[in-house]
């Protein structure tokens, strides 16, 4: 079958840009219902306690208060999660955290419901909290969980990793730390919900994956699946805190006792308190390798804080390890990785799930290593790059798409040039600048998981098609690409398809828009899809214009007869033909990754179907008698197995060097002190150099046209690039992130740049 | 003197002349998305920290969750939604979309307003007074590259006019 | 707990006065709101009014004349941005209000809030301390005007009395004279300072400093000038050796007068850095 792929590689304009441009009301907080109820969470303000009593009288008595729920009000199962269910809806006996949801006020006004959560008394016995992971794990330490603290543990062994060390020309070992980040999508978690003419509650929300927050609402609720709908709306972002229940069951509990309309806006300070954070991680790291710079051994020890409940954090504590190794071949391999509870804010998932971590210390012990050899930075990474026919620490051999040779080739000129002049071009006194590289290794979807995704595609009689997808688009523009590639298969242009997205009533299930996945889960689905329609049509159309099918093409709407374009016959008659003989027109498309589950004592096993690769080069600036630093440039190469929208792929690189940016330099939640956007900095203008986008199309062949994904590996090399810059610059290495004005100046002064002497 | 805690307040909302009371603990913001229901201007911190809810009074880019509502009292406003006139692209939202400006959408109508305000005052803007303009809109998807990039392109469209 | 203040709009300044001998006690001054709006958010705004002091044009202006700059403590940090008189008169001002939160705060908040709130990194204030600022305070029975340096009692407390209102700044000119200000901040904008400083000095012919004059933000309780740093850089010629001295000793004052805090560590070097920076161009 001949396909006319002409929309793949374009940049078309984005779905859903006119009406957000036009300021249109698409988003949660924007919905305009009859009367609705404001709701209210009222969070624990203990770390970790006993609930005694919850006493709501007074707070009923606030004018303008509807109802108020408890745990007692949740209907069938009152705890949540999407890996292990372990967080409560509201809190039953007792809370783990100060963001934990206690109680819930619905009330006619945002001022009732305000007034009502601070005259709820609740009794609290305190329990003895735990805040250090390393601390959760010792016998004596507060359990924060009755199963204990110690969540999951990964494990990666391949070789003998102690004995290989031996013959090491050059071992090091260092810890390295990073801290809990905020997502700090641009908009608050909202919600609203109301109850439709047949009674069924429906649940518009800003969220990443509708299909998932369906089946909590029926396991919340007990409700027939039939009876929730899900529909996604405009979602402002979500960096990976919009796949948890953050404010949809609150609303399906309101909507289920009440019957009537409701909305659920958090504040930001809300969003701060009550949703998921970035796992900190500490990481020993232990690397070696030889005179030439092979990687010959590596050992990590990781210890992940998930706070009060799971949430992805097994992802977390499974990705990290099995990405530690970098883009590396290293035959010797023993890493572990530990989960632990806390009372912490809970931590779930971040752009990237653990991989920017540990990617921030295994591209640090890279610099360490070439440093301690004589060898350009550059080259070591070179010399153990991953290539095709190659086996990664799972023992899986990688015979796909494999492009960080290609990545590493792209920005030489880029990185040599700065090197050659940039780096040697300051002038002022007090100014030091530094040249960085950090490159990285993804996988695509979930870890050694089944993950699958559907689509549905219909033709009606009149010959117009209509994609079906539960793929929710957060920003980064799913909706446009799934178009395109439905339309490349069948032959029109993507505005010739109709879209339904993430409505549950309608689509099917994509999973997650989560792990870079949807470009090549749902893409193929999509593509599945509509290539079995595309077979109709031409299987039709042989019978109309007596031509072999091998002869026939799909374009602009007809089936052409390849050899004389006029000979051709419209969609729309194909169409009316097909249903008159009772020939199915909608068709489901289905696609999932080939993996390996991972061996739980030795990590073998195949976790993804293919990897996405890069390589950042960042060009620093750090005033060393303030430990300012300003970052001037960002070469990006992205091997994304082929860009599909590649403006898209240049925003989601440029977007993501930028939380790289924040991850690298300011962002830090301090469970403690951060409380709203003023004590939480990311990224403004002024603060992001020109980053330059090389796309790579090492093209996968399981991925949709080539695709593999572009989402979090955006992300992940930027902060270890903008860390080696300022080593680099200063001459000493931070180990913990974020590289703040304190940490950068201690590294100054640690080398000597700080030319001063010390104050008496 | 009189103390209100609601006062009569007219202004002028994207050419049109608007009648409200309000007091003053509420702000422009909740005056422009709940009592007039014009969505598009948006909260995303309620303190003047990211630039979701930028609209122009008088010209001038302003964030409205800072503004008390009795001062719009005789001012002229705009918001993201007097920017394009009946369903038509402003040359600013024309650009934004062929330079791939959006991605989530939540920040766009901020940033269109402190970009019309940047060209009301500057028609043909720097690359530098681009990025010092926007300073005040925070962006968590695009790296702000595109959206400086539509800025300036549109800029040269609008050509300085109104 | 969103509060409920009352709303008071005055005509004149007399107006306002007169509302503030009744009720200053119970009165937040609304002017550009960047403060109050986020105050009155937080719940932390215990008025029972808000007195909209935004549209008194007793409080506008900028102007020069024998008693020196005069600026309204209404006028807008953009406003001070583009007034070609500050420009050529307080140089180091303009500068600290080009780093100045963002656009939008830059279009409303106001001189007289930078200073009232009395914030130890208030931005405008050191700039404005070594232009020897003098505050023109009124109330119903009249004017008093206060050098701006004894203005502050303490970190967010300001010496202006209930019934007051800051009326204007008078600002001695820079004549020519060198005057900067730099600022650290966690991010390149919308940033509190971690650290500001801001400086005015006449260097001689003879290459000796004539008049020093050195304000800290964001480094003492409220932010202040370093007379003794002053002193010691008065007369003597700004090379390199003197500087690194002069740098030493302003961090020792830093710490005399805040004491020892946990972001003492960095701030005692970061101060020196950032003394080098702004005294560099006047190094030999």
Known sequence: ?????????????????????????????????????????????????????????????????????????????????IINKDRPLLAKNKVRSKGDAVALVAALNIHAAETAAKKIHVVYEDLPSVHDPEEALKNHASKVHEKGNLLFTRKIKKGNPEKAFEACAVVVEKTYRTSFLEHTYLEPDAGAGYLDPDGNLVIIASTQNPHYDHSELVSLLGVAPEKVRIVQAATGGGFGSKLDLNVQGFIGL???????????????????????????????????????????????????????????????????????????????????????????????????????????????????????????????????????????????????????????????????????????????????????????WYGIGNTGVQNPSTAHIEMDGEGRITLYTGCADIGQGSTTVLSQIAAAVLGISPDMLCMVVGDTAFTSNAGATSASRQTYISGNAVKNAAEKLADVLLTEGVDLLKRPKTDLMLENGFVVYKKDPDHRMPFSKIAARAAKRGIPLRWQGYFDPETVPLDPETGEGVPYATYAFACHVALVTVDVLTGEVTV??????????????????EGQIRGGAAMGVGFALMEEYDPSTTRSLKDYHIPTAMDMPEIIPIIIESSEPTGPFGAKGVGEPALIPTAPAVINGITNAVSARIYHLPANLERVLEASIQSGKFTMKEVA | ??????????????????????????????????????????????????????????????????????????????????????????????????????????????????????????????????????????????????IVDAIQYGADKTGGEE | MLTHPAYARPETLYEALLFLKTHGIDTRPLAGGTDVMVDLRAGKLKSEYLLDISRLKELQGIGLSKDGLSIGAGVTISEIYNSPLVAKNAPSLIKSCAFFGSPQIRNVATIGGNVGNASPSADTVPPLLVHEARAVLASENGERTVALANLFEGPYRSGIRPDELLIRFI??????????????????????????????????????????????????????????????????????????????????????????????????????????????????
């Not at chain 1, 009301?25 to 924007?30: E, G, H, K």
């Not at chain 1, 009288?57 to 949740?74: H, K, L, P, S, Y």
């Not at chain 1, 001037?632 to 091997?639: G, P, R, T």
């Open chain 1, 1 to 81: 079958m001949k396909s006319n792929n002409g929309m793949i590689g374009k940049s078309i304009p984005r779905i859903g840009a006119i009406e957000r441009l036009l300021g249109k009301p698409l988003f949660s907080a924007d919905m305009e219902l009859d009367h609705p109820l404001v709701l209210k969470v009222l969070p624990s303000d203990r770390h970790h306690a006993r609930i005694l009593d919850i006493d709501t009288a007074e707070a009923a008595r606030v004018e303008g208060v509807v109802e108020i729920f408890t745990a007692e009000d949740i209907p069938r199962n009152h705890l949540t999660g």
């Open chain 1, 254 to 440: 309101a909507l289920y006792h009440l019957k009537r309309p409701v909305m659920c806006t958090f504040t930001r300070e809300e969003t701060y308190r009550m949703t998921a954070k970035r796992h900190p991680l500490k990481m020993v790291f232990k690397t070696g390798a030889d005179e030439n710079g092979h990687l010959m051994a590596m050992t990590a020890k990781m210890i992940c804080d998930t706070g009060a409940y799971g949430s992805y954090g097994l992802a977390v504590a499974s990705r990290a390890p099995v990405h530690a190794t970098g883009p590396y071949e290293i035959d010797h391999v023993d890493v572990e990785c530990r989960c632990v509870y806390t009372n912490n804010p809970f931590a779930g998932a971040m752009r990237g799930f653990g991989v920017p971590q540990a990617a921030f210390a295994h591209e640090s012990q890279m610099d360490l290593l070439a440093e301690a050899l004589g060898m350009d930075p550059l080259e070591i990474r070179r010399v153990n790059a991953l290539k095709a026919g190659h086996k990664t620490a799972t023992g899986q051999l990688l015979n796909g798409s494999v492009g960080i040779d290609q990545c590493l080739e792209a920005v030489k000129p880029h990185y040599e040039n700065a090197l050659k002049t940039w780096l040697h071009g300051e002038t002022d006194f007090a100014k030091q600048r530094g040249v960085g590289l950090g490159a990285m």
């Open chain 1, 632 to 649: 001037h440039k960002i070469i990006a190469a992205h091997d994304v197995g082929r860009a599909i929208h590649p403006a898209s792929v």
């Open chain 2, 1 to 146: 003197m009189d103390t209100y805690s609601v006062i009569p307040i007219r202004f002028t909302l994207n050419g049109d002349k608007v009648s409200i009371e309000a007091g003053a603990h509420e702000t422009a913001l909740t005056v422009i998305r709940e009592r007039l229901s014009l969505k598009g201007t948006k909260e995303g911190c309620g303190m003047g920290e990211c630039g979701a809810c930028t609209i122009l009074v008088d010209g001038k880019s302003v964030n409205a969750c800072l503004m008390a509502a009795p001062q719009l009292e005789g001012r002229t406003v705009m918001t993201v939604e007097g920017l394009g006139r009946e369903g038509k692209l402003h040359p600013l939202q024309e650009a934004f979309l062929e330079h791939h400006g959006v991605q989530c959408g939540f920040c766009t109508p901020g940033l269109l307003m402190s970009a019309q305000s940047l060209i009301l005052e500057t028609p043909r803007p720097t690359h530098k007074q681009v990025v010092e303009a926007i300073s005040g809109n925070l962006c968590r998807c695009t790296g702000y590259q595109q």
């Open chain 3, 171 to 284: 600002l001695e000119p820079a004549d020519g004279r060198f005057t900067d200000f730099q600022k650290i901040g966690r991010r390149k904008a919308l940033a509190i300072s971690r650290m500001s400083m801001a400086l005015l000095a006449d260097p001689k012919e003879d290459g000796t400093l004539g008049t020093v004059r050195l304000a800290l933000g964001s480094g003492t309780p409220t932010p202040m000038r370093m007379e003794a740093v002053e002193a010691f850089l008065k007369g003597k010629r700004a090379d390199r050796q003197t500087v690194e001295a002069g740098s030493r000793l302003m961090a020792e004052e830093m710490v005399r007068i805040t004491g020892r805090r946990p972001s003492t560590e960095y701030k005692e070097k970061a101060v020196q850095g950032l003394f080098l920076r702004i005294l560099a161009p006047l190094v030999e």
